[in-house]
């Protein structure tokens, strides 16, 4: 017994625990955490498109993976028709073999395949690949988040009965609902109408009949239950002003249309800035306030560090800076005005969080560390980070036994230039150009971003709550070029006060567990 607390104490000084104070290098940041000062909860963001059960031929079931990552939120949608010559797939899917997979796939899960069929009918439904989706994302322990409206590289044809389309949206809630055509009762609380609207991929006509289907489709589905959330429209480019922001929120509230969320999404390829979903979340919270939707949630229902999922940016999407980004995207979404997101994407498709053989690309473990904050929800004190990619939080678990420091240092690469993103020619309608991308309005990129102290950190947690003689065992696991998340260390120590001093340069992530024996 006794040679074994030796070893322990010998391994504790050798990886450099202590806790007496000990000074930092200065290009360390220097973190205090006071674990007895609860300032608030932690906020779950761990939201992603894309089910667990495998979208198409070749890919893997995730649940197990999902369930790992605490993933508790899943946005999926109601299928549309799909070609294999479409300019959009060719882009997204070069490889004509995945593509003709994923095209049959799609189509094959179209939910109401024949527009001239009755929507009334339960035979006029197919709802056999849409049940298997929402079933993996309850065997995840994930809850719903249904989008009604277009995926990427699908048929963008006007639709010719508004009408019928929320009937049919209609009945969907019913069957997922209410027990309709040998359905379910699942409970789904939102529907999100539509994506990107603001796109000429996805919305051909005017914002105004935008509008009016909008409020029928929302209409129809208060009428089977008031209490369903219901909003639009997940925005394309959500930094721009414009009818499918400003116009869709004004007319929600000069005709009574119920808005209970409003979607948009940001993609930081201009500015490789973590920080600026923060801001325009602010704008969108803003501008619902201003028009009576004070109670309307705001819903970044897409994010990444970029929205280029062709094979140059690839590593890039997979690697440690993309992980560090996530990692500092998922903390400072915790004092946002945002109440909902989901990364893009979560599966095993193009720019997904996992291999074809379900293996772990690095952001994945992001969401690993981020989900297992999750397990001390009583957020607690921390000074010494910032918003300009030195993120940190803090936690304490319900039971007081367990404290946890999350760490995310990133920085914008050097001399940042985004490549430039054009789709290919043919891609958007006849009659409907392609935007400039290069005349739209970006958002200003901060101007104040000097990274200081920023090589490592010295983080002391005061106030421990357990007593003064009671021992308790470290961990740290860490997220680098090298490393997966792994544990690198694990020693004992004693006492109220801990403090630890250790290199981090980004991008790199660590969590560090605190836990009574």
Known sequence: ????????????????????????????????VDAGKVTGAIRSFQGLNGPPYPIMQGLPDLVHQYQDLHIDSIRTDIAAHFSVENPLLAWLVPDLQQRTRLVTAGNESAIFPDWNADPEKPESYHFGASDKFVRSIRDAHAEVYYRIGRSFGADYTPLPDFDKFASVVKHIAMHYNQGWANGFHDNIRYWEFWNEPDLPF???????????????????????DPAMKIGADALALSFNGGPYREGLVAYCASH??????????????????????VRIGEDIRKLLDANGFQHAESVLSEWNLTPDFTERERARLR??????????????????????????????????LFGLHSEYFKPA???RAAGAMLKTPQRISLTGADTLGFAAIAGRSRDSKTVQVLISNYEIPANYNPPPMEAPAGSAPPGLPMPDFSRLKSLTPRKEIQYQNNRGYKLTVNNLPWGDQDSFTVKRYRLT???????????????QQF???????????ELIVLQKR
Not at 499 to 509: D, E, F, Q, R, V
Request: glycine share 6%.
């Open 499 to 509: 403090t630890i001093s250790k290199p981090l340069p980004p991008p790199g992530l």
């Open 256 to 277: 009574r249309v119920p808005l209970d969320f409003y979607s948009w999404h940001y993609y930081a390829m201009t500015s490789a800035d973590p920080f600026d979903i």
């Open 365 to 367: 473990y992001t969401f």
């Open 1 to 32: 017994m006794k040679s074994t607390l030796f070893l322990s104490a010998l391994f504790a000084l050798a990886c450099g625990l202590t806790t007496a104070q000990t000074a930092a290098p200065a290009s360390f940041r220097v973190l205090q």
């Open 319 to 352: 690697g440690t800076e993309n992980a560090a980004f996530v990692g500092d995207v998922l903390i400072y979404l915790q004092d946002s005005a945002i109440d909902l997101a989901h990364f893009y994407r979560g599966d095993a498709a193009w720019m997904g």
């Open 481 to 495: 070029g090298e490393q997966d998340f792994s544990p690198v260390e694990e020693a004992s120590a004693s006492g």
């Open 202 to 224: 996805f919305w051909t006509e005017t914002p105004e009949r935008f509008y009016q289907l909008y409020e029928k489709t929302v209409r129809a589905l208060k009428s089977v």
